[in-house]
């Protein structure tokens, strides 16, 4: 897959493209979708069915909405929102991602690490430094105390202002809608598991 293109809004959800709050959002973060390192992020899964492309921009925009409603700064729950999961190593590996650049985001994946180094409770960490690498002139304190502390409770310490309890809600209530469907889940394997214990029995003529 050819992950780039500076036509960023073929990549983008028509939903928030059609909302009438898209310019003034679009504005905030045009030059961040435009970055190459991030569009890298389209190979990046978040989940089974989303990218962190896709996740990303879902936050951001939600957030920066919230923002109007709470009184908090748009601009840092939209850039922030979008950055929060910008981490450097992949938790899922996909064979694009693993050819990409001799897999430099995926080397880690293969080594054993211990509970307290998974994924979920260093990335938030990796992403507030790994920003600040690839856009040194959005560097703030908010930003970066909103990204590092959105996955509280996971991670002991909370976000310390406003944006940042905002993007740690919207990214929860994101992240559950995105896990699969637990009744389509249980329908399946119990169908797969059924066919496999009961076709050995079955008469075949
Ligand atoms: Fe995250
Ligand atoms: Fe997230």
């Known amino acids: 897959m050819n992950y780039y293109d500076l036509n960023v809004?073929?990549?983008i959800n028509p939903l928030i493209i059609n909302s009438p709050f898209f310019t003034e959002w679009y504005k905030i973060v045009e030059k961040i979708l435009e970055n190459p390192e991030f569009q890298k992020r389209k190979l990046f899964m978040h989940h089974h069915n989303i990218t962190v492309w896709e996740h990303s921009i879902l936050v951001s925009f939600k957030a920066y909405m919230?923002?109007?409603y709470f009184n908090?700064?748009?601009?840092?729950c939209a850039i922030a929102?979008?950055?929060?999961?910008?981490?450097?190593?992949?938790?899922?590996?996909t064979e694009e991602l693993e050819n990409l650049e001799n897999g430099k985001y995926t080397s880690l994946m293969k080594e054993k690490k211990p509970f307290y180094k998974m994924h979920g409770f260093t990335h938030a960490k990796d992403a507030s430094l790994n920003y600040v690498k690839f856009f040194p002139e959005l560097e703030?304190?908010?930003?970066?105390?909103?990204?590092k502390r959105h996955m509280f409770p996971l991670t002991p310490?909370?976000?310390r202002y406003k944006e940042g309890i905002i993007i740690n809600i919207i990214d929860k209530f994101n992240s559950m809608s995105?896990?699969?469907?637990v009744f389509e889940f249980t329908k399946k394997t119990t169908k797969k598991i059924a066919?496999?214990?009961i076709s050995p029995f079955i008469k075949k003529d």
């Open 9 to 11: 809004k073929k990549s």
């Open 66 to 68: 919230a923002a109007q």
């Open 72 to 76: 908090a700064d748009k601009n840092i």
């Open 81 to 93: 929102g979008l950055l929060h999961d910008f981490y450097s190593q992949a938790w899922i590996s």
């Open 140 to 147: 703030n304190k908010k930003i970066t105390n909103s990204i």
């Open 157 to 159: 310490i909370p976000p």
């Open 178 to 181: 995105e896990l699969p469907n």
């Open 195 to 197: 066919t496999t214990i």
